[in-house]
């Protein structure tokens, strides 16, 4: 059982365990005994995104991964993808991105990376979780870490995202706003687009410390549709605080979500003959009108659970190139070994210069099909166990047999049962998802 790692690294409220000072050292101490391997200098790369207690944390982490032998290199407010790509190119043992992603400033993480730019395997963080309640073996003195900061980090991150377009595609006559939620990408985002030619609006790009996501970003896209209106651009992209994520806008202030950005990369890049797998990989809440659109074209869609990782790993043991999430996680494997919204928005950029359409034509692949997701929040418990709940969901399954889909799981974070449905007729998966809340309810009481 873990007690730290949760999905997606260690998250929590600042200064409450398990994010205190404390704990990160502690995991610095942990994390760097257990990559202590072999006879070499050991490195890790620590990046992290503009939250104010992101200073308390990297300084608790340098020293815990010092005390143990490790040197540091900090490369300051970095996205998360370009944490995991430094963590690589520098041949570095180990990488760490600190930031809770499109959480609130108050909130906080720690991301770990291995040498290969990947997220740790669950082997992995469990072994790290065991040295966390172990006395740490010290360095000797003579042997303790040391830090260093490099200043070149952004310039190297903006490079290789440029790169992964090759020398073709210029973004010229194309105005784009941009909104890094006051987060990580607030410097590096914005460079990319206006150093391939683009036109840029930028928003969100003035961190205090204490506005990260606030009334902005992917998950508060309300600021980009208004500036894309009101400016007349073309497209509109928002980022997360760590920039891992993206939602984009069209020229008319309609949002379009991962599943749309996945059918346009995946059956663009199928007639390109770039997509490998023979299809996408996505999670089983990406839309019945993403799998339908790419079975269409003789493609399929592989669903994971809930999480970028389980997206991940299916990608890697499959041979895919392209996956996400429609949270806007989009994972283009020959480029990056984790989501990167500049990345994701890049090649949609370039899709829109060769396909010359507005964006709203060319990112309206296809038409979802109704989805209702509903949570259900309960004392304690096991009520997916009970006959009622059990009964309820065999009925609902039977009534969208062959026009729907229900996915019905707990969350992992807090006690809450989420209930999802989709299907071709509107009133039904609203019965449907009333009717199993409803038994999940009752057994709960």
Avoid at 29 to 36: C, D, L, P, S, T
Avoid at 99 to 117: E, M, Q, R, V, Y
Avoid at 219 to 240: C, K, M, R, Y
Wanted: proline share 3%; net charge negative.
């Amino acid at each position: 059982m873990r007690k730290f790692f949760g999905t997606d690294g260690i998250r929590g409220l600042t200064n409450q365990a398990p994010m205190t000072a404390e704990v990160a050292m502690r995991v610095g101490m942990a994390a760097g005994a257990h990559f202590v391997r072999g006879t070499h200098k050991h490195r890790v790369v620590i990046g992290k995104d503009t939250r104010l207690s992101g200073y308390m944390l990297e300084n608790a982490l340098v020293a815990g991964f010092t005390s143990v032998g490790m040197d540091v290199v900090q490369v300051g407010p970095m996205p998360t993808p370009a944490v995991a790509m430094l963590t690589r190119s520098m041949r570095a043992d180990l990488g760490v991105m600190i930031s809770a992603s499109h959480n609130p400033f108050h909130d906080n993480g720690i991301k770990l990376f291995g040498p290969d730019g990947y997220k740790l395997s669950d082997a992995d963080e469990i072994q790290i979780e065991a040295l966390l309640s172990v006395e740490p073996k010290l360095a000797e003195p003579a042997h303790i870490g040391r830090a260093k900061r490099i200043e070149d980090a952004r310039g190297r991150y903006i490079h290789a995202v440029k790169q992964s377009l090759g020398d073709q595609i210029r973004l010229d006559g194309l105005k784009i706003v941009i909104d890094c939620a006051n987060g990580a990408a607030y410097n590096s985002a914005p460079t990319v687009f206006w150093e391939l030619g683009a036109d840029v609006i930028s928003v969100g790009v003035e961190p205090n410390g204490l506005n990260i996501n606030d009334k902005c970003g992917s998950t508060a896209p309300g600021l980009l549709q208004e500036t894309v209106v009101a400016s007349g651009a073309d497209i509109g992209i928002a980022l997360d605080g760590d920039a891992d994520r993206l939602i984009v806008v069209d020229e008319q202030g309609t949002i379009v979500d991962g599943d749309q950005i996945m059918a346009l990369l995946g059956t663009s890049w199928a007639r390109q003959g770039r997509l490998k797998g023979g299809g996408v990989v996505a999670t089983i809440m990406s839309n019945l009108g993403l799998e339908r659109l790419l079975n269409s074209q003789g493609l399929t869609l592989e669903r994971t659970q809930v999480g970028d990782r389980y997206v991940l790993g299916r990608m890697k043991s499959g041979g895919f190139n392209v996956g996400g999430e429609q949270s806007g996680h989009m994972i283009l494997m020959d480029h990056a070994t984790t989501g990167d919204g500049t990345l994701a928005a890049l090649h949609v950029l370039a899709e829109l210069v060769r396909s010359g359409k507005a964006a709203s034509q060319l990112l309206h692949q296809f038409d979802a099909v109704p989805q209702l997701l509903k949570n259900v929040r309960f004392a304690g418990g096991k009520p997916l166990e009970a006959a009622a709940v059990k009964a309820a969901i065999a009925e609902g399954e039977g009534m969208l047999a062959g026009r729907g889909r229900l996915v019905i799981r707990a969350s992992g974070t807090e006690p809450v049962i989420r209930v999802m449905a989709e299907g071709d007729d509107e009133r039904q998966v609203e019965q449907v998802v009333d009717m199993i809340c409803d038994a999940v309810r009752d057994a709960a009481a």
